[in-house]
């Protein structure tokens, strides 16, 4: 099937204006704010600029027919999920019971990863300053999070990473071999190290994972990037200079060797909002080395698309990938397990609420909403090769809250008459869409929407900063309150 055509990118000198922009946002941004446990955020400086997305794509994601696998035949399932957060109240919760009622494609699959938004330690050790938001997983919860979860891996790698400082990310290394979990994104020697998540009739799924930013500037972030207790996270900036060491990281030597499946795990974007492009194009470059993009970070969710992979940085380093192949993105994955969104309830607006001109993640419905982003891959024989299939879908989650702190995870929808899904029908693009995206399955069925050789986009269609002259674009974690216990 012949690739779809997008509309032609942005000017050179057009593209560079607003990425520098951008960029000269996120080097003067201070990270997540904290707002009251559980209270709305207060005033905050409103952000300048507008925001705009490029047009939808003119064909949607091809879908494969259902089809029983040949003899000798291997398939292998893999379930992502978004940001686990050990805010106050989810602490509050037995673990084991808000995964009670998660969707049956989580437990079903071969192997299930998600993100740990916070370094392991306790929460003593967090900074005294209380005006900044920082998290910590204490030994004991992260334990409980992975017999509960069934996790093969978890994402180690993102703007939280370093909020117990270089101490806290060697902890989270630590205690991550003490209890034999798989860490991405967060090493004592190359935190670009893939992960092998599962491995099935020989043939094994590797991952890596990255963030393009951290809350924690100075030295402390320094220490993180370097290792100075130990550990290292793997971070790409946004702009050219992480879109080239990408190409080096996910291009180097041996980095996939052994691997038949590859998939890429990066947190970034702005919170509470679409995607945005920069994050996208990094998404494209790592899809010349790999067979699916993961994104995690908005805390509200976002759609799945289709890119054409660019050129990699060698034949060797893609593993027989060849360009222009049709990639799976997941733009954002949401949350996964938080405390957002607790005051929300079922008569309340279903828009992007805001206080001020800030996010209000405190109402707004979507920070309960998140993608288990659901890869099948298949091999036809038992010769190692990528995979000859790649089917890509996605099944939804939502947060339900019982007073006075129960957590509980669900599928949406929870069968055809649930009232939450219809009201999330009438809500704002892009999110309303994921109810009757074209790639949703319920999760007893498979995923069925075609990477290898679906409808791709030459260009990523994240939203982009347009900002009057003299302007700063916001960018990663410029929502001033974007976050709640």
Known sequence: MALSRWPAPLPPAASVAWTTALLASLATASGCKRAPDDEPPGPAPALSGSTYALPAPSASPSVAPSAAPAAGATLIDVALGGDAIPQVKVLANDIREVFAGIPACWNAADARVLNLEAPVGERKGLPGDKTLLAFAAPPAWFADLQAASKASAFVGANNHSCDLGPEGLAATVAEARKIQAKVAGADESDPWRRVEVVEKDGHKVCLVAWTTFLNDKGKKQKGCLEGAAGAKVARAELGAKGIELLHEQLGADDRWLGCDARVAYLHGGREYRAQIRPVLEQAQAASAYVDAVIISHPHVPDGVEALVSPAPKSEKAAGGRAPGRSVPVFKSLGNFVSNQGIAWTPGMSVELLEV????????????????????????????????????????????????????????????????VAAKLRKGPHPFS?????????????????????GDAAQTPSGAITSTPSGASAPGEGASAVAHTE
């Not at 288990?372 to 939502?398: C, H």
């Open 356 to 419: 001020e001109g800030v996010p209000d993640p405190i109402r707004t419905v979507w920070t309960r909403v998140g993608v288990i982003a659901r890869l099948r891959f298949g091999w036809d024989s038992a010769a190692s090769a990528p995979p000859s299939k790649v089917l890509y879908g996605y099944s939804l989650t939502f947060i339900d809250r019982l007073p006075p702190l129960s957590i509980r995870l669900r599928a949406l929808p929870s069968g055809e008459a649930d009232p």
């Open 433 to 453: 869409d994921l109810l009757d995206g074209k790639c949703r399955v319920e999760p007893d069925v498979a995923p069925r929407c075609d990477g290898l050789h």
